[in-house]
């Protein structure tokens, strides 16, 4: 019995002493290899040429459509790289159009602005009521983009495109109008519900009021459904492009109101989708499906939504690679730790101050613990085609944590503050990182400051 006893206790030991040995060997051979297989970026701002960013071409080649991730929505460093990361797909790979993850209704009136200058920058950033994009470093991707705009012929021009269902005021307003024109029997029972939209669509996300949306869906649906039948008809008398504007605007609010209805008990409400990506993603297909061929995007949102299978669920980015294959890259901007900016959201369901919230350090074997490790940030990993190396690949099968941040909590119960780090595996997920080691907040705008303190918006 001493004796097998004994053997057991070694081989026990043997067993640990392998796993161990396998782990830190492991952990070397990836550290190695991103030192190996990273490409160190010069230069944070945009202004500075692209000569460090040409070895990126390689791995966007082939794609048509980019998503642009983010681990906090806050980070200043995020959107400088953001902003040179853009001027290069424009100019180095022919890239023009820009999807944010913003209001579908209310980001056309930034494109109306980087296409002809109509209106003015800072009236039309604010109005797309996304308080996280209203700064100074959003401003500058702006300027840069209605100055771009002045250079090039219009097949070149930059587009920007929203994909969120909420603020609507730019989509009623064309809506009414078309009906002033062309269905004036029509303007009146539309502008009373959409007066009703409006004061809910203030609240939005919190504190809806349940009855008042579900007295509006049957509505929008009948307006959606006149639409339709009347076509060829309303076409007629105004134009394709008119009645295209004024049919999707309407959709778009019929399905903010459909993903804001909590009571599925009612047998006239459709079954509300899984989750807010899966409306984005209808704005998406609409925008992807209208393009002229080889048309190339660019898609920025949080990387919960650009990562491109379902770890969290339905999302946009794996419809996107579901659709496009290896035309479509998902890009993580990641940090090992720092600050970012957010906003408090308020027991009374409004949101008020903007504040500065911090990131800590990575844990040891998250992605940003590794990627710290290489000692060269800025830096980019392109992980979409890793050949020869199984140890590299096993380790992006294996789930790991990444930072995750969001965009505003409080102390009531439905926002809690958002955990610093997730676990995902990267192999399907991400096809590439751009790593900064150390991150501060982004910088508000007037507007943006005025607004929080008098708590509008979101």
Not at 31 to 46: F, G, H, T
Not at 173 to 196: E, I, W, Y
Not at 295 to 322: D, E, R, V
Not at 429 to 452: C, H, I, M, Q, W
Request: hydrophobic share 35%; charged share 25%.
């Amino acid at each position: 019995m001493k004796l097998t006893a004994m053997r057991i206790f070694c081989l026990l030991s043997v067993l640990i002493f392998t796993n161990v040995s396998f782990g830190q060997d492991t952990t070397k051979v990836v550290i190695d290899w991103l030192k190996q297989n990273s490409i160190p970026i010069k230069y944070i701002e945009a202004g500075n040429g692209f000569s460090d960013l040409q070895p990126l071409k390689k791995a966007w080649k082939d794609v048509k459509v980019i998503g642009l991730g983010e681990a906090t929505h806050g980070t200043r460093e995020f959107f400088q790289m953001k902003h040179r990361l853009m001027e290069f797909l424009v100019t180095e790979l022919g890239f023009t159009d820009f999807i944010l993850e913003s209001s579908y209704s209310a980001c056309q009136t930034i494109n109306d602005y980087i296409l002809t200058g109509k209106g003015d920058r800072a009236t039309v950033l604010t109005g797309q009521g996304y308080t996280a994009w209203d700064t100074e470093e959003f401003s500058a991707i702006i300027d840069w983009m209605r100055a771009y705009n002045k250079k090039v012929t219009d097949k070149r021009k930059i587009r920007f495109h929203g994909m969120d269902l909420c603020f609507n005021a730019v989509g009623r307003d064309v809506v009414l109008n078309f009906l002033r024109r062309h269905a004036p029997g029509r303007v009146a029972v539309t502008d009373s519900l959409f007066q009703k939209l409006a004061i809910e669509e203030v609240k939005w996300p919190r504190q809806l009021n349940q009855s008042i949306l579900q007295s509006t869906f049957m509505p929008l649906q009948s307006l959606s459904f006149f639409f339709r039948i009347n076509k060829q008809k309303l076409i007629a008398n105004s134009s394709a492009e008119e009645w295209e504007k004024a049919s999707k605007y309407t959709k778009v609010m019929e399905h903010w109101v459909e993903a804001n209805i909590k009571d599925t008990t009612l047998s006239f409400l459709p079954k509300p989708k899984q989750g807010r990506d899966e409306y984005m993603i209808e704005n998406v297909r609409y925008l992807l499906d209208k393009a002229e061929p080889n048309t190339k995007f660019m898609l920025w949102a949080h990387h919960s939504h650009i990562g491109a299978n379902n770890s969290f669920g339905i999302n946009i980015g794996s419809y996107l690679k579901q659709r496009l294959g290896n035309s479509y890259y998902a890009l993580d901007l990641d940090c090992n730790e720092g600050t970012f900016q957010s906003r408090v959201a308020l027991p009374d369901g409004k949101f008020g101050e903007l504040k500065t919230d911090t990131i800590p350090s990575g844990p040891e074997q998250s992605l940003s613990w590794y990627l710290s490790q290489v000692d060269k940030s800025p830096l980019f990993v392109d992980f979409s085609s890793i050949h020869g190396n199984p140890t590299v690949a096993k380790w992006l099968e294996k789930p790991k944590e990444f930072t995750w941040a969001g965009w505003a909590y409080g102390s009531d119960k439905q926002h809690k503050p958002t955990p610093n780090h997730q676990d995902v595996s990267i192999k399907g997920y991400f096809d590439g990182v751009l790593f900064v080691e150390r991150t501060t907040p982004a910088r508000p705008t007037k507007n943006a400051l005025e607004r929080s303190t008098n708590k509008i918006g979101f």
